[in-house]
């Protein structure tokens, strides 16, 4: 008879919960992609993060009511499996590894960019700077998650600091400069494709991306204590501060430099929020902007190792990867295996990409992984449910129609991506059969 797989230990409470998502959210995406959507929809990119965190509300709620009735490590890829089919839950995994995975090697590469930038030395060090973060955030998560949940804690204490600096430095600026900053206020960049609509609704597909980190959440189920009532706290508080704080960066950054200079600093530099520090001419904040934003990458990073750890030890638990992953350290109590494979996949993935075609490409995995996970929570039954059905109906179909709204290019990759993965599924099923079917067979 099979040992029940060992489980890993609840350390996380209401408060650790919510700075771990706090971890995941502000990072790359208000250091980066308000700039990056601020060339697809101009000034209204304000309006598009208004939408990206209401369609992010319904997912989150869908994904807290999911992850307090079933809190185990793995998301939506274990929720796939209850409520759906066994392909479309490896889906949901699957499509979060390929992501992920490369957004943990560019947060790597932006943190040794930043470091490296601030400190006045040569790009020829970004490479092995990037690699050795990622080593030693590996080693972190590594040994466990209340190292783990003080790092974090402290890197979002300087995050969010830096971010309140900038926003309150900012507004003189803002004031002073009135209306002339968002006039006009849809207006997208002439190779946009669909004109100010389509910039727009690509605009809210590339903010949208920015809010899912509240997921690592629910990834990290199994280490929450009392999940039924932490879990959907933590992922309402989170989503709600890191609402209110994008909006209020994108208002500042806008108001104080203009929708296409932040696009174009993205493209310059990629540090938009570091061009709009520079510009309001106080010797200390682009400094502390730039503290802010390395800390930011570290966050997502080790964030990132965490999520793509615990979804490995659920793949490798129902071997649609190999079971030695499920395998977790009796003294740490992490799935130390699946860490140590996720460390080598980042170092591997380090030197990956254009920052615009990896966050587009990120943009429309997330989305398709949103999508299931609604699709799961409408399938729950109702004495589980927490929330009305209707909100994972408006999640599902805003997450469909935006994932429409992405470069057609990263569709191909996306898709391809996807027949992979399905054509592994099968293999490792059929491995699995065969396995069981010797292992009855000797017994």
């Given at each position: 008879?099979?040992?029940?797989?060992?489980t890993?230990?609840?350390?996380l409470?209401?408060?650790?919960?919510?700075?771990?998502g706090l971890?995941s959210i502000?990072?790359?995406?208000?250091?980066?992609?308000i700039?990056?959507?601020?060339g697809?929809?101009?000034p209204?990119?304000v309006?598009?993060?208004?939408?990206?965190a209401?369609?992010?509300?319904?997912?989150?709620?869908s994904?807290?009511q999911?992850?307090?009735?079933h809190?185990?490590s793995?998301?939506?890829?274990?929720?796939?499996?209850?409520?759906?089919?066994p392909?479309l839950?490896?889906?949901?995994?699957w499509?979060f590894?390929?992501?992920?995975?490369?957004?943990a090697?560019?947060?790597?590469?932006?943190?040794?960019?930043y470091?490296?930038s601030?400190?006045?030395?040569?790009e020829?060090?970004?490479?092995?700077l990037?690699?050795?973060?990622?080593?030693?955030?590996?080693a972190?998560?590594?040994?466990?998650?209340k190292?783990s949940?003080?790092?974090?804690?402290?890197?979002?204490?300087v995050?969010?600091?830096a971010?309140?600096?900038?926003?309150?430095?900012a507004?003189?600026?803002v004031?002073?400069?009135?209306?002339?900053?968002?006039?006009p206020?849809?207006?997208?960049?002439?190779d946009?494709?669909g004109?100010n609509?389509?910039?727009?609704l690509?605009?809210?597909?590339?903010m949208f991306?920015?809010?899912?980190?509240?997921?690592?959440?629910?990834?990290?189920?199994?280490?929450?204590?009392?999940?039924?009532?932490?879990?959907?706290?933590a992922i309402?508080?989170?989503?709600?501060?890191?609402?209110?704080?994008?909006?209020a960066v994108g208002?500042a950054?806008?108001?104080?430099?203009?929708?296409?200079?932040?696009a174009?600093?993205?493209?310059?530099?990629?540090?938009?929020?570091e061009a709009v520090?520079?510009?309001?001419?106080s010797?200390?904040?682009?400094?502390l902007v730039?503290?802010?934003a390395?800390t930011a990458?570290l966050?997502?990073?080790?964030n990132?190792?965490?999520?793509?750890?615990r979804v490995?030890?659920a793949?490798?638990?129902r071997?649609d990867m190999?079971?030695?992953?499920?395998?977790?350290?009796e003294r740490?109590?992490?799935?130390?295996?699946?860490?140590?494979?996720?460390?080598v996949?980042?170092?591997?993935?380090?030197?990956i990409?254009?920052?615009?075609?990896t966050?587009?490409?990120?943009?429309?995995t997330?989305?398709?992984?949103?999508?299931?996970?609604?699709?799961?929570?409408l399938?729950?039954p109702p004495?589980?449910r927490?929330?009305p059905?209707?909100?994972?109906w408006?999640?599902l179909?805003s997450?469909?129609?935006l994932?429409?709204?992405?470069?057609?290019q990263?569709?191909?990759a996306g898709?391809g991506l996807?027949?992979f993965?399905?054509?592994?599924?099968?293999?490792?099923?059929?491995a699995a059969?065969?396995?069981?079917a010797d292992?009855?067979r000797?017994a």
């Amino acid at each position: 008879m099979a040992e029940p797989p060992a489980t890993l230990r609840r350390e996380l409470g209401l408060f650790g919960a919510t700075m771990m998502g706090l971890g995941s959210i502000v990072g790359t995406g208000v250091f980066v992609s308000i700039g990056i959507a601020a060339g697809s929809a101009g000034p209204a990119v304000v309006l598009a993060i208004a939408l990206a965190a209401f369609v992010a509300t319904c997912n989150a709620l869908s994904s807290a009511q999911l992850a307090a009735s079933h809190p185990v490590s793995g998301g939506t890829y274990e929720y796939g499996y209850l409520y759906l089919r066994p392909s479309l839950g490896f889906t949901a995994g699957w499509m979060f590894l390929c992501a992920k995975s490369a957004s943990a090697a560019t947060a790597a590469l932006g943190f040794a960019g930043y470091f490296l930038s601030t400190a006045g030395l040569g790009e020829s060090l970004r490479v092995p700077l990037a690699l050795g973060t990622a080593a030693a955030f590996t080693a972190v998560v590594f040994f466990g998650i209340k190292r783990s949940n003080a790092l974090n804690t402290a890197i979002v204490s300087v995050t969010l600091l830096a971010l309140a600096a900038l926003v309150l430095c900012a507004l003189p600026a803002v004031l002073k400069a009135g209306a002339a900053p968002w006039t006009p206020f849809f207006d997208a960049w002439p190779d946009t494709p669909g004109g100010n609509l389509g910039g727009f609704l690509q605009a809210t597909a590339l903010m949208f991306v920015a809010f899912t980190g509240y997921g690592r959440i629910a990834t990290l189920g199994e280490e929450v204590h009392e999940p039924r009532r932490t879990i959907p706290r933590a992922i309402v508080v989170t989503v709600i501060v890191s609402s209110l704080l994008y909006m209020a960066v994108g208002a500042a950054g806008i108001g104080a430099a203009g929708a296409r200079p932040l696009a174009q600093a993205v493209i310059d530099q990629g540090a938009p929020l570091e061009a709009v520090a520079h510009g309001l001419g106080s010797g200390w904040l682009p400094a502390l902007v730039a503290v802010g934003a390395m800390t930011a990458m570290l966050g997502v990073l080790l964030n990132l190792i965490l999520g793509l750890s615990r979804v490995l030890l659920a793949m490798g638990r129902r071997r649609d990867m190999p079971s030695a992953l499920a395998k977790v350290h009796e003294r740490h109590a992490t799935p130390h295996v699946a860490v140590l494979v996720v460390g080598v996949i980042v170092l591997g993935l380090v030197c990956i990409g254009n920052l615009r075609t990896t966050w587009s490409f990120s943009a429309f995995t997330v989305l398709i992984y949103s999508a299931l996970t609604n699709l799961c929570a409408l399938r729950m039954p109702p004495e589980k449910r927490l929330y009305p059905r209707a909100l994972a109906w408006c999640g599902l179909g805003s997450c469909l129609f935006l994932a429409f709204w992405v470069d057609w290019q990263v569709w191909l990759a996306g898709l391809g991506l996807m027949i992979f993965g399905w054509w592994w599924h099968t293999v490792a099923r059929v491995a699995a059969r065969r396995l069981a079917a010797d292992a009855g067979r000797q017994a």
